[in-house]
């Protein structure tokens, strides 16, 4: 009977909120969101808005730890009056996601998250207390809306590595030593290598040639000097010596004609007779 009831009670979720809405029916919430529909210490409506003079006005807030932006996880909430300003890197909850209606009149619900590896603290659950103005045991108070106490549950800081115990778990399944200094370099299991990579033993390394491997036959080494463009210049040099330059003769009788054809010039006998009208055609 213990052990049955026992089972049926819900694992604790220690995982990172990342995104925060306000419904304004609890059969609204979104999937993948929780809504905080009860008080903790009361368990009574944990209805954060006051009703209105003419109909009933309700507010519920709902947590999730899979949606929002990926990678991003909630690191601070605050609760401001409606006239000041919100803080930079904070973002507001003005609506319902439910019914797109003003969250709220008089207060501001807003929330700041950061990338999951530059988060300072996170989030891991949320409780809203009727009755007491004292947060419990592992809870910190944050603000309260329509008297109602809201509390949140502080995590570790995601950036930093883990804790120690975690550290040690991880460090003991390798099959090297990790340096104590917390810089993570690696220790070699052979020799005192003081590197970040582990040296194998001497009957895992692979087998290195003592010397080169020779060239196949009728092939030479090339040779280089220290000026490797001086002595690809000689080299490219060297190898046109002696060879004379001559241009290909059709170039050549080319550009003779043209030269003659440039100089044939007419003398002015010649132009008159040819620019001259007679009246005989007439």
């Known amino acids: 009977m213990m052990r049955d009831l026992y089972n049926s009670l819900p694992l604790p979720d220690d995982r990172p909120i990342t995104s925060l809405c306000i419904v304004e029916e609890i059969s609204g919430c979104p999937p993948n969101y929780t809504v905080v529909s009860k008080t903790h210490d009361q368990d009574i409506d944990a209805d954060l808005c006051k009703d209105g ?12 730890k899979t949606e929002g932006f990926f990678g991003y996880v909630v690191e601070h909430i605050l609760i401001l009056n409606d006239k000041e300003s ?42 809203i207390l009727s009755r007491s103005k004292v947060a419990p045991s592992g809870f910190s108070l944050f603000g309260e809306m329509n008297g109602l106490s809201i509390c949140y549950k502080p995590g570790p800081a995601t ?16 099959p090297y030593s990790v340096n104590p200094n917390g810089r993570g370099s690696i220790s070699s299991i052979g020799s005192g290598n003081s590197g970040i990579y582990p040296v194998l033993p001497e009957n895992l390394r692979p087998k ?37 330059f001559i241009l290909n003769k059709k170039y050549v009788e080319n550009s003779l004609e043209e ?13 008159e007779d040819e620019k001259v009208y007679g009246n005989k055609g007439e």
């Open 208 to 244: 290195v040639p003592s010397r080169q491997a020779p060239l196949p036959p009728g092939m030479e080494r090339p040779q280089y000097s220290e000026n490797s463009s001086d002595s690809i210049y000689d080299s490219a040099q060297s190898s046109i010596s002696g060879i004379p």
């Open 259 to 271: 030269e003659n054809a440039s100089t044939n010039f007419k003398s002015r006998q010649q132009i």
């Open 53 to 64: 003079f003419f109909k009933r006005i309700s507010r519920y807030l709902c947590h999730s």
């Open 159 to 174: 950036g930093s590595s883990g804790s120690d115990s975690q550290k040690q778990t991880v460090a003991s399944s390798l």
């Open 86 to 127: 919100r803080p930079a890197g904070y973002t507001i909850l003005e609506q319902t996601s439910d019914t797109n209606q003003r969250a709220f009149r008089k207060k501001q619900l807003c929330y700041k998250a950061v990338p999951r590896h530059m988060a300072t603290q996170t989030i891991t659950d949320i409780i």
